[in-house]
């Protein structure tokens, strides 16, 4: 297919891979031994695995089978590329000092001793700073115990969501608001932002200056800016193309970097697949450092291997002293209870058919969310937690049964950001919530409901039950675990895990702030989805909430912004002028939104048990909250100052896309940022309320029920000693069926 035969979405995701000539030509590295391919391809090796392939593609899905033959054809080029690393990993017990320690499997939602530590300093820290008092207004030393905590959450979009988040951060810096906050997370996109944060050298963007010198492990963290920099250098070429690729193997390190992630895998007994590739590639060129623009010679840069271990950024972080906010990592696993694993032995009673029994009696299926941190990678609805450096590993029965080098943060990403690796209800459902607002959109809805429903659940099972692109498999750390009644459906006995972007589940990480055992008084999330002016956002909120017994109202009601009219755009293509949303003068913008840049909404409990608090859990085992909590809501939406462009229209914002011109980073950092301005008052009063209550419950002599949840979560692996609650209002499940629900 011709980029003028593809559909927008297609050339959007495509742009910068059939475009762009590496300076060096279109080959990667590692295809330069034309010569070796043709004389292993006369052999037959490759050719016989092609046709094994073809084969089991005809016997799966269309969509499953086209990206099994994308798989073997990056696949087949990368056992040339694995002859440039002229030297296996060097196992550094500087950058692995755990490589011999055998890891337990925690079966408790206790917090670890680290984020205990952390926050006590981290309150401390923003106490003595003056940084709240002078956020609002306030006169004196604040006290410690009055300090409320405040999370930062960024949604996914790829790059869009990624320099979308960055701006905001830079714009909360600037206002004096981030030095307040104690949990940073993201969804997808938002997660490159995230751990290039903690985990690069400060000032990492590109140099055009000779040879840089020697990359030293950072001792502090790069500042917001420094890192949005970085990324505006970068994204101006495709991470996938020939160009980023050689660019990185150019670099000191850079083939480690490419390879040496993919061998690690393959060598510890996992299977590599096509989301590894993708990750690796695109985390090695984003962690260069050093590089700029396509100079030969000069400035070829480095890729530090310090900088691509994920728990490393405890230190750099200075998170034992609470110098920054405790930074998290989202990914979710599809728990379909007829597909896990009868015993340790046995794999699905049915593994083909979806008509079964078991399928039939309990078809539901939802998200398990995992939280990936420089301390633990772990689940709070399987009541388990590992440490970070010991992800990867076999497990049996709660313990490590191998000795490994950390699993690298590149793979880590794949894990975070493989949205293509969730089910096909996934995609048709993002399909469904971006219909059009009008008689169009008001048909598709109205035929794709009878046909659903013409076609019945089996069809409809079906669907939620294709992968296009399979799942990233890491070893699961909870094989051969104990087991408990309502936790797991069996998920002890199967000895692999997948996990997907967790924008499968929710395209904000509010999941992995309520923690039973953590005490978030205010929750702001930074939301770049392309839907937010179509009002599903809220919609979203109040269905994730469902399933933490949460129930949010906005203080606002708002109503539905009306679509924009279409005009005739002034470019032709195809000799034909295409229908595109009316311009709006910055005035009529600006009123259009008014309100909508910060939204406040008050999250109630509504399955709160007194002394049980943190240890109450509905028939999913998904941890019910105990307290209240205030989100503040901060759409990626249009702004006066920069009314030319909308974010989720404009085709270079695409989550798709991820080349971006300095031009149009600067200008989403504009938007953002503007939007943070508009909406700051709105967030210093969520602020406000949270310090308010806080100090109102000191003064009082009122015990912080947190030290309950504490309490209770600490005892619960040993003791099990929990209290399971049903959902008060059904929840629906998160296939096919539930979007298309009138």
Not at 680 to 702: C, D, H, P
Request: proline content about 7%; glycine content about 8%; charged content about 25%.
């Amino acid at each position: 297919m011709t980029t003028l035969e593809r559909t927008d979405s297609q050339t959007t995701a495509f742009r910068g891979l059939d475009t762009e000539k590496d300076i060096d030509g279109r080959a990667y590295f590692w295809q330069r031994g034309a010569a070796e391919e043709a004389t292993k391809d006369e052999s037959g090796e490759d050719k016989d695995k092609e046709k094994e392939t073809e084969k089991d593609s005809k016997t799966g899905h269309g969509l499953s089978g086209a990206f099994h033959k994308l798989t073997l054809n990056l696949t087949t080029s990368l056992s040339h590329a694995l002859s440039f690393l002229t030297r296996p990993s060097i196992e550094d017990p500087l950058l692995s000092p755990h490589i011999k320690d055998t890891a337990r499997l925690r079966r408790s939602n206790a917090l670890s001793a680290e984020e205990l530590g952390f926050l006590d300093a981290r309150v401390r820290r923003i106490a003595r700073s003056g940084s709240l008092a002078e956020v609002l207004g306030l006169e004196g030393e604040v006290d410690e115990r009055d300090v409320p905590i405040i999370a930062l959450g960024g949604s996914g979009g790829g790059m869009r969501a990624n320099l979308g988040f960055l701006a905001t951060i830079i714009a909360l810096q600037d206002l004096e608001l981030y030095p307040n906050i104690t949990y940073l997370a993201g969804v997808s996109g938002a997660c490159w932002g995230i751990a290039a944060l903690y985990t690069l050298p400060p000032n990492s963007n590109p140099n055009p200056n000779p040879s840089p010198k020697p990359i030293e492990t950072p001792q502090r963290t790069p500042t917001p800016r420094e890192i949005l920099t970085h990324f505006t250098h970068l994204a101006a070429t495709h991470p996938l193309s020939a160009a980023g690729v050689n660019r990185v193997a150019r670099a000191e390190g850079g083939v480690q970097a490419l390879l040496g992630p993919l061998v690690g895998k393959e060598r510890y007994g996992q299977e590599v697949c096509v989301i590894d590739l993708y990750s690796t590639m695109t985390s090695a060129y984003y962690w260069l450092v050093g590089a700029y623009g396509e100079t030969k010679g000069k400035g070829k840069g480095k890729v530090d291997p310090a900088s691509l271990i994920w728990s490393r950024a405890y230190t750099n972080g200075g998170l034992e002293e609470g110098r920054e906010a405790w930074p998290i990592l989202t990914a979710v696993r599809h728990e379909r209870p007829w597909h896990d694993w009868k015993s340790a032995e046995e794999a699905f009673e049915e593994p083909e058919r979806v008509d079964g029994k078991q399928q039939t009696e309990d078809r539901d299926a939802w998200w398990q969310w995992f939280e990936i941190n420089p301390v633990e990678v772990g689940s709070e609805e399987l009541q388990g937690w590992v440490p970070t450096w010991a992800f990867g590993r076999h497990f049996t029965s709660g313990l490590s049964t191998q000795s490994l080098p950390e699993y690298s943060l590149a793979l880590l990403m794949g894990v975070a950001t493989a949205a293509p690796a969730a089910p096909l209800s996934a995609f048709l459902g993002t399909l469904w919530r971006n219909l059009p607002q009008n008689w169009v959109g008001g048909v598709v809805r109205h035929v794709t409901q009878k046909l659903s429903k013409h076609a019945g659940d089996h069809a409809m099972d079906r669907i939620d039950n294709v992968n296009p692109v399979h799942a990233g498999n890491q070893a699961n750390p909870f094989f051969g675990a104990e087991k408990a009644p309502h936790r797991g459906n069996g998920f002890e006995n199967a000895p692999r895990l997948h996990l997907v972007d967790s924008g499968m589940a929710n395209n904000l990480p509010a999941h992995v702030f309520l923690h039973p055992a953590r005490d978030v008084d205010v929750m702001i999330l930074f939301d770049a989805s392309s839907d937010v002016q179509k009002g599903s956002a809220i919609a979203r909120i109040n269905e994730y909430g469902a399933t933490k017994g949460l129930v949010f109202t906005t203080r606002v009601e708002l109503p539905d912004l009306e679509p924009l009219p279409m005009v005739e755009s002034e470019e032709r293509e195809k000799g034909k002028k295409e229908k595109v949303p009316k311009q709006l003068t910055p005035e009529v913008m600006e009123a259009r939104f008014a309100g909508r840049y910060a939204q406040i909404l008050d999250g109630v409990p509504k399955n709160v048990v007194e002394g049980r608090q943190g240890v109450v859990y509905n028939d999913k085992h998904q941890p019910q909250a105990w307290r209240e909590v205030l989100l503040v809501y901060l759409p990626l939406l249009p702004n006066a100052v920069n009314p030319t462009y909308d974010p989720s229209t404009a085709p270079f914002s695409s989550s798709y896309n991820l080349v971006w011109t300095p031009e149009e980073v600067d200008s989403i950092y504009t938007t953002a940022a503007a939007n943070v301005r508009n909406g700051i008052e709105t967030i210093r009063q969520a602020v406000r309320e949270a310090y308010e209550r806080r100090r109102a419950r000191r003064l009082a002599g009122t015990p912080n029920p947190v030290d309950i949840a504490r309490e209770n979560t600490k005892r619960l692996g040993s003791e099990m000693d929990y209290y399971v609650a049903g959902v008060p209002d059904p929840v629906s499940d998160t296939g096919m069926r539930a979007w298309m629900e009138e």
